[in-house]
């Protein structure tokens, strides 16, 4: 899923079986190339008798527009030594 050239900061892999039907999801966070972005990946894979899907998604956010975010939209919480 994610280009190896990526430091990946988290993954999250589920499968889930049925009878007849298989489907597998992967998340991951990691680093742009660059090391200037946030990238969130998404794949996924349904296999069923005489079909299955592939999917993946990617969405990316400059780091400086995420730290701006975070500090916006975020609870500051002060702690003391």
Do not use: H, K
Not at 26 to 48: C, I, P
Request: charged share 25%; with cysteine.
């Amino acid at each position: 899923m994610n280009d190896p050239r990526q430091a990946l900061l988290m993954l999250r892999q589920d499968i889930e079986r049925n009878a007849d039907e298989l489907q597998y999801r992967e998340q991951g966070l990691s680093l742009s190339e660059d090391g200037l972005a946030l990238v969130l990946s998404y794949y996924f894979e349904n296999y069923r008798p005489g079909y299955d899907v592939r999917v993946v998604c990617s969405y990316q956010v400059p780091l400086a527009e995420f730290t701006r975010w975070m500090i916006d939209s975020g609870r500051l919480r002060l702690y003391q030594p």
